[in-house]
Structures are given as C-alpha cells and as structure tokens.
T-cell receptor, first 113, second 114 residues
C-alpha cells in the first residue's frame, strides 16, 4: 500500500517569497509514480506533474520546480517568487501502477500581497 | 472540449433516500474513478473502473455502489445515504492506469446528508 505524507497543513508567505511544499511517500514497490495536483479556491483539481520512480531528474517549469529524492523518499515542490494566484491547496499523490491513486492530505498555501 | 462532467453539482438530501451522482467523460478514457474529499483527510478513492464492466473498491467503498455499463459513464450510487457521507465528491478519468497518465477531474459534487 502507498502512503503519502504532507506534514505542512498550511503555509503563509508574502508575495515574491520562495516556498517549498514537502511530500514524503512510502511504498514497497520498485516501480511507482508520483504526482502533484493543485486545487485553487474555485475547487477544481489541476494536474501539475507526474514523475516515475526511475527518473530522479529534477524538473523546472517556469516558477515551479520539483525535487525528487529516492534516498529520502521525498518529492518536494518549490514555487519561486510566489504570487497571489499561487494560493491553493496542493496535493501530492502516488500510484504503484495501474489501479489506485493515493493522495496526501494536502497543504494549503496562502500568498498575501 | 475535453471534459469530465458531474451532476448534480450540489445536493442536499435526507438520510436513507437513495441518490445517484452521474459522471461522464468525452475523452474515450478507459479508466474512471470516484474520490471523496473531506477537511483534513485529503482525497480518498472510493471506487475505480479499468474499463466497461470492470470495477473495484478503493480505500473507502462502504456505503457506495458504482456501475460501468458504458465507457463514458460512471455513476456513483448511494443507496441509503448517511450523514457521514456528507462530502465533496470528485469523478476522474484517464487514458489508462493511474500511474501512467494524469487524471482529469470533474468539477465536484457537494453532497450534504441531513
């Protein structure tokens, strides 16, 4: 069974600050997949990134970056120069392959002007 | 437009009155799933379906039923709703298995059972 821990329940930052959202996963599988989803105040769930267990390369997409470290079972998400529009709940999730997707409890990010 | 639709978006009902939340996708996706979202608990998977006539339990299936008679539709049935099923429900679909593809989520259905 997969388990995903997002220890940070809520984070508050001021605009332009950098912020890192932590995600720690547990799995017995050698092949697994990790995800981040964003849920803005409007409520929809938006896919951000997918990473498989064989690809530890970090990824950058604009102001967003992800740090995948198998040694610490972590898949952390950093927002550089945060903006008010980044305010949302962010979910980390994992899957062992085909059938189920396990979410963490989410981290609410509040970015104030 | 590629999308997952859910109906109704909001529903207030009473304990024991059977209800169905519909979910439909227009992307010809094989995989569909239902989740519930509760404060402090994140999203938890209720049921999923790999393809037509193939369904299986997720982490919290008690009190729910599903069916997959057509590829595009995956209704969630609460035969005797109880107050602890008050929640925000999301339907999702993907091209294939959960690890291989991103999930596309519907807009959510907020259910209140009194």
């Amino acid at each position: 069974a997969q388990k995903v821990t997002q220890a940070q329940t809520e984070i508050s930052v001021v605009e332009k600050e950098d912020v890192t959202l932590d995600c720690v996963y547990e799995t017995r599988d050698t092949t697994y997949y990790l995800f981040w989803y964003k849920q803005p105040p409007s409520g929809e769930l938006v896919f951000l990134i997918r990473r498989n267990s064989f690809d530890e390369q970090n990824e950058i997409s604009g102001r967003y970056s992800w740090n995948f470290q198998k040694s610490t079972s972590s898949f952390n998400f950093t927002i550089t120069a945060s903006q008010v529009v980044d305010s949302a709940v962010y979910f980390c999730a994992s899957s062992s392959g085909y059938s189920t997707l396990t979410f963490g409890k989410g981290t609410m990010l509040l970015v104030s002007p | 437009e590629a999308q997952v639709t859910q109906n109704p978006r909001y529903l207030i009902t009473v304990t024991g009155k059977k209800l169905t939340v519909t979910c439909s996708q227009n992307m010809n996706h094989e995989y569909m799933s239902w989740y519930r979202q509760d404060p402090g608990l994140g999203l938890r998977q209720i049921y999923y379906s790999m393809n037509v006539e193939v369904t299986d339990k997720g982490d919290v299936p008690e009190g729910y039923k599903v069916s997959r008679k057509e590829k595009r539709n995956f209704p969630l049935i609460l035969e005797s709703p109880s107050p602890n099923q008050t929640s925000l429900y999301f339907c999702a679909s993907s091209l294939g298995g959960t690890g291989l593809y991103e999930q596309y989520f519907g807009p959510g259905t907020r259910l209140t059972v009194t």
